[in-house]
């Protein structure tokens, strides 16, 4: 769709990603199953993305609970919705 992503850190695990995006300092995307337990604890919110839905693990986007999407996250977001 055009959208070209220049990620600022990348993480050798997915909880570690979890864990950084539940304390705000980004957006992340991760399997559910792995995002689990900060989504319990209202950390972390789910966003799905349809088209991923053909591969075999159901992934989604991790985001700050506390912070409304702006700037490249918003474009981003709305990229998947478009």
Partial sequence: K???LAPDMTFDTFPLL???VGTGL???ISSAAV???ALRRGQVARV????IDRLPR???IAL???RLPDGPLAAFLGELES
């Fill in 2 to 4: 055009g959208l070209a």
């Fill in 18 to 20: 979890v864990t950084f």
């Fill in 26 to 28: 980004g957006v992340g």
């Fill in 35 to 37: 995002a689990e337990p």
């Fill in 48 to 51: 799905l993305i349809p088209e």
């Fill in 58 to 60: 159901r992934l989604g």
């Fill in 64 to 66: 700050h609970t506390d």
